[in-house]
T-cell receptor, first 114, second 111 residues
């Protein structure tokens, strides 16, 4: 099933480069998220958008910039990549409503910075 | 700030035995508590959740209990099987959109 999809699945790049990861959901959800999962497996929230509006912006270097062109897409652009950016990045989405609800995750993008 | 503590970090049980993972949370306004399972190389997926108006919820071999007074909730897996081996995450809601995540428990099922 491709309810929440991400591209690319793997990304290997050199330090200092700029790269983007794309996320799309076809669930009709209003809220989308970006998480970073490092080698210790901890899930760290980075950003969240609700109806294309930024609602969560955790302490993340400003080299990371999310963009939501519409409710179904949330892309992540990273400038000047550093070794410490190597991780798995997950996109997620959750349904509309007043209550916090299930988050549906994409398959992840494994970023390796050399 | 708000946090969720999860224990143990690693749990090894014999196949067929039960496994229990515990979480405590700090935000008394939290009202939604999901549990996610992440198999190696895969995405986290919801396995069960509970809202604050319920004390216990069960789905086949999996159950979750919630004690709002003590601010803790637990995942119980009975009759464990090899396919239960994974990392399990608990989370607690913060506001209307955010989840505060536990650090994860690696569950190992020994044959």
């Amino acid at each position: 099933d491709t309810a929440v999809s991400q591209t690319p699945k793997y990304l290997v790049t050199q330090m200092g480069n700029d790269k983007s990861i794309k996320c799309e959901q076809n669930l009709g959800h209003d809220t989308m998220y970006w998480y970073k999962q490092d080698s210790k497996k901890f899930l760290k929230i980075m950003f969240s958008y609700n109806n294309k509006e930024l609602i969560i912006n955790e302490t993340v270097p400003n080299r990371f910039s999310p963009k939501s062109p519409d409710k179904a897409h949330l892309n992540l652009h990273i400038n000047s990549l550093e070794l410490g950016d190597s991780a798995v990045y997950f996109c997620a989405s959750s349904p509309p409503g007043r209550l916090t609800d299930t988050q549906y995750f994409g398959p992840g993008t494994r970023l390796t910075v050399l | 700030g708000e946090n969720v503590e999860q224990h143990p970090s690693t749990l090894s049980v014999q196949e067929g035995d039960s496994a229990v993972i515990k979480c405590t949370y700090s935000d008394s306004a939290s009202n939604y508590f999901p549990w996610y399972k992440q198999e190696l190389g895969k995405r986290p997926q919801l396995i069960i959740d509970i809202r604050s108006n319920v004390g216990e919820k069960k789905d086949q071999r999996i159950a979750v209990t919630l004690n709002k007074t003590a601010k803790h909730f637990s995942l119980h897996i009975t009759e464990t099987q090899p396919e239960d081996s994974a990392v399990y995450f608990c989370a607690a809601s913060k506001g209307n959109y955010q989840l505060i995540w536990g650090a994860g428990t690696k569950l190992i099922i020994k044959p």
